[in-house]
């Protein structure tokens, strides 16, 4: 099979979907791979390592997307990019497709196959390829979070740690899955007060078994989000329903009763976010104030450590991407149900429940393609 990759443009995004290690699995197994140049560069992998591994270099964009039939990428395409969907081209990479109703049209219109990293659900509904992106910006949420309470950045000026004699910070997290527990860790060690709020009272019971003393787990429901809020300096979204819209646990009023100069981290914003005045920021303008509340509502946050991330992330995608490429899209999601959950549309057809809810599109039953 043919496999594109080509160099990621959102802003500031570095990451690159395909590492040599994985390029080299690909031609091992029969396949050609068109790297377009310099795609690898911004995570430390130059063209000549995947030439090294029987790779081609391609020299533009519409070389990679041209001569694909797999197309690998890590953001979603973003709308110069559309020009290259067609309907016989098969997309892996992450969409959020419920977050963005002009990017589902557009996909949809162009009758290509997309297979969504972020809703590849296993049996015990882990999401592998979510998982490791979860894990670096869960705990990247703790860096950023702490970066904007410095008064320099118009935050409250609190230490999450504290000192001897001042107490720490209270970090609030909203969800106890992948991104709040790798917040809590890192919140935790720096010693600041951590409370973690989450619906699942099976979850909330795993984390008092695994989570440190200053790590305190609330249930999730409006009175207790309100309460814990009002009295905290950094707020961390990470509530997920898989594939769709992310539901809004803090509402615009709710600002009022916070502590100026608090931040709020809403992670979850690639869905849509949980906090209701949350849109999406960039690396260079992550930051913005309402009603006296720093929020930050980067979408690619593992963008900025791209070397980590790419590497985190290949290593889950890889095994899945060698599926398609050995036994193409159709045959593979027949063969793994896990992979079959990632389809969200093929031919102009939604087959994701949660995109279809989204915006009110009918859902077509994602086996019957296979
Ligand atoms: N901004 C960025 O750069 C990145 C964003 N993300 C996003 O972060 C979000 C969270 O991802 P994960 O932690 O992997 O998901 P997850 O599925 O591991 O955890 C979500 C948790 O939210 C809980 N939850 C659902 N409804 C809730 C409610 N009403 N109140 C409290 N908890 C509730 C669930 O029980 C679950 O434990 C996703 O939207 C994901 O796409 C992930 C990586 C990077
Ligand atoms: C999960 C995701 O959207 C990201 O890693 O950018
Ligand atoms: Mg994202």
Redesign the pocket.
């Known amino acids: 099979m043919r496999i594109g990759v080509p160099k990621e443009i959102k802003t500031n995004e570095n990451r690159v979907a395909l590492v040599p290690a994985g390029a080299e699995a690909l031609v091992a197994s029969g396949h050609d791979v068109f790297i377009e140049t310099g795609a690898g560069i911004g995570s430390g992998f130059e063209d000549a390592a995947y030439v090294a591994v029987g790779a081609q270099i391609v020299p533009d964009a519409a070389s990679a997307w041209g001569k694909a039939e797999l197309l690998l990428k890590v953001k979603e395409p973003i709308a110069p990019e559309w020009q290259y969907l067609r309907p016989d081209l098969t997309l892996f990479t992450y969409f959020?497709f419920a977050a963005d109703e002009a990017l589902t049209q557009a996909h949809l219109a162009s009758g290509a196959t997309c297979i969504a990293y972020?809703t590849v659900e296993l049996p015990n509904r882990d999401?592998p390829l979510?998982?490791p992106?979860?894990e670096?910006?869960?705990r990247m949420a703790v860096q950023e979070g702490a970066k904007y309470l410095e008064k320099l950045y118009g935050g409250r000026g609190v230490l999450l740690g504290g000192v001897p004699g001042v107490a720490p910070a209270k970090v609030v997290i909203?969800?106890?899955?992948?991104?709040?527990v790798n917040a809590a860790k890192m919140a935790a060690g720096l010693g600041a007060k951590v409370v973690v709020?989450?619906?699942?009272l099976e979850?909330l019971r795993y984390l008092s078994d695994v989570m440190p003393a200053n790590v305190q787990l609330v249930h999730?429901n409006r009175h207790n989000i309100l309460e814990q809020i009002s009295t905290c300096d950094l707020v961390i979204g990470?509530?997920?329903?898989?594939g769709a819209k992310?539901?809004k646990?803090v509402r615009r009023a709710d600002l009022a009763k916070m502590r100026p100069g608090a931040v709020i981290v809403d992670?979850?914003?690639?869905?849509g976010g949980c906090v209701e005045t949350i849109k999406p920021t960039t690396h260079e303008n992550p930051t913005y104030t309402v009603d006296g509340i720093i929020h930050y509502g980067?979408?690619?946050?593992?963008g900025a450590v791209p070397r980590t991330s790419t590497l985190a992330l290949t290593n889950a995608t890889l095994p899945y991407t060698l599926q398609l490429a050995n036994k193409g899209w159709k045959k593979a999601l027949k063969d793994n149900g896990a992979l079959l959950k990632g389809l969200n549309m093929s031919g102009g057809k939604v087959t994701f429940p949660g995109v279809a809810e989204a915006f009110g599109m009918e859902l077509t039953d994602p086996s019957s393609f296979l």
Do not use: F, T
């Open positions: 959020h972020e999401l979510l998982i992106m979860s670096v910006a869960g909203l969800g106890g899955g992948i991104v709040g709020l989450d619906l699942s979850r999730s990470g509530v997920l329903i898989p992310a539901p646990l992670v979850a914003v690639d869905q980067v979408a690619n946050m593992p």
